[in-house]
């Protein structure tokens, strides 16, 4: 029997899917969420951490549903499709520190590999040297790929041990269920919420789920991937991944357009700074740590759906990041980097060499 083609994994396929995430990033923030961050999975992260009480940085304390909904939206596409695959135990250590450094890095430029995008596409033209030092990071992490890199092989586990995130994330989910926000108190139960800054900032409730668990279904059936989309063009010069890179770009350039949330310039942009060595040398250390780790942070949340526990691994190393960057001055603000951020920076960036230099696999070694 002839296997059922998977359209989203076609070159239309993936460029729909970058022009439905496009779409939904910049009205989740029409809807709510923060400034040109309609979507940030290292920012939520970061979110999630504070309402855990993992660190106490007061204004980014939130649950935010997409993440949950990233996960188990993949999760299902998974199961829809006979995709899920639980595996796991490819140098999980140091996938938490890869997790770890990503979320520093990240945080000293305020955003993700898909929140850079979208903070062009709203305007921020602080996000051209934060793209740029992207893809200078994960361009060298291509150069220890051709010098034989690789964190070894994962190996099948079993069906249980693959359901242990989808458990978790559930288990979050029905936490925040359980601890709604009370309006104007910082704390639920157990759980912490900003009552001002941009972790007060969010959309409906319902609306994010729905759209996390749409996202995260279509962007495990594509593959999508923003780190992979660089990757894959600079080492094979293959414009699959990229196509719909530039897709996520235009559609939420046009959707910023039509809504009014285009505001062009590099001053005053929401939730970023203008220190320019430091936006690129944040996402320089980010996207090694991505490209060391074999995917961007949505992409980890989506095969943490699929059952791989090495990218739920790397999910927690950026959660526990994000409270070391907030509990350590590590992280920025809008009013530049953090007390201790540059060290920050050298020290992930070490981290990441040191990982992608030891783990070099020399031809008949």
């Known amino acids: 029997m002839k296997a059922e083609k998977n359209v989203f994994a076609t070159s239309l396929g993936?460029?729909?899917?970058?022009?439905?995430?496009?779409?939904?990033?910049p009205l989740l923030q029409k809807w709510g969420n923060p400034?040109?961050?309609?979507?940030?999975?290292?920012?939520?992260?970061?979110?999630?951490?504070?309402?855990?009480?993992?660190?106490?940085?007061?204004?980014?304390?939130?649950?935010?549903?997409?993440?949950?909904?990233?996960?188990?939206?993949a999760f299902i596409a998974a199961l829809a499709f006979?995709?899920?695959?639980?595996?796991?135990?490819?140098?999980?250590?140091?996938?938490?520190?890869?997790?770890m450094c990503a979320m520093i890095g990240a945080l000293v430029f305020l955003g993700c590999p898909w929140r850079a995008v979208l903070r062009l596409a709203g305007g921020d033209g602080n996000a051209i040297f934060g793209l740029a030092g992207l893809a200078t990071g994960v361009g060298i992490g291509t150069i220890f790929?051709?010098?034989?890199?690789?964190?070894?092989?994962?190996?099948?586990?079993?069906?249980?041990?693959?359901?242990?995130?989808?458990?978790?994330?559930?288990?979050?989910?029905?936490?925040?269920?359980?601890?709604?926000?009370?309006?104007?108190?910082?704390?639920?139960?157990?759980?912490?919420?900003?009552?001002?800054?941009?972790?007060?900032q969010h959309a409906?409730?319902?609306?994010?789920?729905v759209v996390g668990l749409v996202v995260g279904f279509i962007a495990q059936r594509s593959r999508f991937c923003?780190?992979?989309?660089?990757?894959?063009?600079?080492?094979?010069?293959?414009?699959?991944?990229?196509?719909?890179?530039?897709?996520?770009?235009a559609a939420a350039w046009v959707t910023n357009l039509v809504v009014g949330q285009f505001h062009p310039g590099f001053a005053n942009q929401p939730v970023a700074h203008p220190k320019s060595f430091w936006n690129f040398s944040g996402m320089l250390v980010a996207g090694l740590a991505f490209a060391l780790a074999g995917g961007c942070p949505g992409r980890q949340l989506f095969m943490s759906g699929e059952g791989d526990g090495d990218a739920a691994v790397f999910v927690f190393g950026m959660i526990v990041g994000a409270a070391f960057a907030h509990n350590f001055g590590l992280a920025s603000s809008p009013a530049g980097i953090g007390p201790h951020g540059i060290a920050g920076v050298v020290i992930a960036l070490a981290t990441c060499l040191y990982i992608g230099f030891t783990n070099i696999k020399r031809v008949g070694a």
């Not at 993936?14 to 990033?25: E, K, P, Q, R, T």
């Not at 899920?84 to 490819?90: A, L, M, N």
């Not at 029905?174 to 709604?180: A, Q, S």
């Not at 894959?232 to 991944?241: N, V």
Request: proline letters at 6%.
């Open 35 to 73: 400034g040109n961050m309609g979507i940030c999975v290292a920012c939520f992260e970061r979110d999630i951490a504070g309402s855990l009480g993992l660190h106490r940085a007061e204004v980014v304390q939130y649950l935010r549903p997409e993440i949950l909904g990233f996960v188990l939206g």
């Open 145 to 200: 790929f051709r010098s034989g890199f690789s964190l070894g092989r994962t190996s099948r586990q079993n069906y249980g041990l693959g359901l242990l995130m989808p458990f978790v994330v559930i288990g979050l989910l029905v936490l925040g269920l359980i601890y709604p926000q009370i309006p104007n108190e910082p704390k639920s139960g157990v759980l912490f919420y900003s009552v001002k800054g941009p972790g007060s």
């Open 226 to 249: 923003t780190m992979g989309a660089l990757r894959d063009l600079i080492l094979f010069r293959h414009w699959h991944l990229f196509s719909g890179f530039l897709a996520l770009l």
């Open 14 to 25: 993936i460029v729909g899917v970058g022009l439905v995430i496009g779409v939904l990033a």
């Open 204 to 209: 409906p409730l319902v609306v994010s789920i």
């Open 82 to 99: 006979r995709e899920f695959k639980p595996r796991s135990g490819s140098a999980p250590f140091a996938r938490f520190l890869l997790g």
